[in-house]
């Protein structure tokens, strides 16, 4: 009787061990749920809070468009200023600040226009002529061929272009767009265009941070890049370009006149077929949300006609 009650002791005495083993698995288990969900928690609350932040970013560098001289745009005014449009945000959080930076996108080449007339058809040659991008001149017309035959809304061949008939033949075929690009990046479906062409490599730039889809037609001379300068007319060489730059960069000179740069030493007989503006009316915005070591960006395109600025997209990354 006394063994089997020893025995009954010990039975006992392990259950309640398996048992007490098992309450500190599922407590321990559910303390990691816990954590877990916590941290998660924390990092939803931090994520809405540096997005905020970055839309706050992005709302401030609307405004300052909005209120800047829409008549003249250069490298001269606020809106180009980075440091200045970022430099008092942290006044206006608790914990975080954004930084923010407009890029102008009227000194761009507005490739959408290339089925407009010859003169945008002529810039766009004469840009990929360029000796930087290393394209052969007959390279260099095919490709406008194609990039019009993608954008015109007819299914005619322009010469060495191609149209649907072309691109439905490919082993992963797809359809001519046959209307304006939503983006520059969709040049890299045309016939003849390349990665390395399109986004650059080591030795060479390539052309994408050269072109827009947005904008009214027209080229912002004081912003515009020096390869985007020389392509704007036959008449324009190198040293031209450099004596612009040096002129637009000095805050003495006014460059609210389109056709400034026949101040210019030797360019008073240059002219730019009516390509030339000195306004712009597009524009992208990049807005970072920072805090601590954590970040969430704002980017986006708007468009400024007079002082209203339209938002045509963004997103949040």
């Known amino acids: 009787m006394n063994r089997r009650i020893k025995d009954d002791s010990g039975f006992a005495l392990i259950l309640t061990i398996l048992i007490i083993s098992l309450i500190v698995a599922i407590t321990l288990q559910f303390n990691t749920a816990m954590r877990d969900d916590l941290v998660d928690a924390a990092s939803l609350k931090e994520g809405i809070e540096l997005a905020c932040i970055a839309k706050s970013g992005f709302s401030y560098a609307c405004a300052v468009l909005s209120e800047d001289d829409p008549a003249v745009d250069s490298f001269h005014e606020d809106w180009a200023d980075k440091e200045l449009l ?20 009227s000194g761009k080449i507005p490739v959408n226009r290339i089925v407009e007339g010859e003169k945008f058809e002529a810039l766009l040659t004469r840009f990929l002529n360029l000796e930087e991008f290393g394209l052969g001149s007959e390279d260099a017309g095919n490709l406008v061929d194609a990039i019009k035959d993608w954008i015109d809304p007819d299914d005619e061949i322009t010469k060495f272009g191609a149209e649907n008939g072309y691109y439905q033949s490919l082993d992963r075929p797809y359809a001519c767009r046959n209307a304006p690009l939503d983006s520059v990046e969709e040049l890299l479906l045309v016939k003849g265009m390349t990665k390395e062409l399109f986004y650059g490599t080591g030795e060479k730039p390539g052309i994408s941070g050269y072109l827009t889809v947005c904008g009214n037609g027209k080229i912002n001379i004081n912003t515009a890049d020096p390869l985007v300068l020389r392509s704007l007319s036959d008449q324009i060489d190198q040293e031209m370009v450099e004596d612009m730059l040096v002129y637009r960069e000095d805050e003495k000179n006014d460059l609210t006149d389109p056709a400034w740069y026949k101040n210019v030493p030797g360019m008073s007989h240059v002219s730019m077929n009516d390509l030339q503006t000195t306004s712009s009316t597009c524009f992208m915005i990049e807005s970072e949300g920072l805090k601590e070591n954590m970040r969430k960006r704002v980017t986006g395109t708007v468009e400024r006609k007079d002082s209203k600025v339209k938002i045509l997209a963004w997103k949040i990354e």
């Open 86 to 105: 970022s430099s008092n945000s942290a006044t206006l959080f608790g914990n975080g600040r954004f930084v923010v930076r407009i890029i102008e996108q």
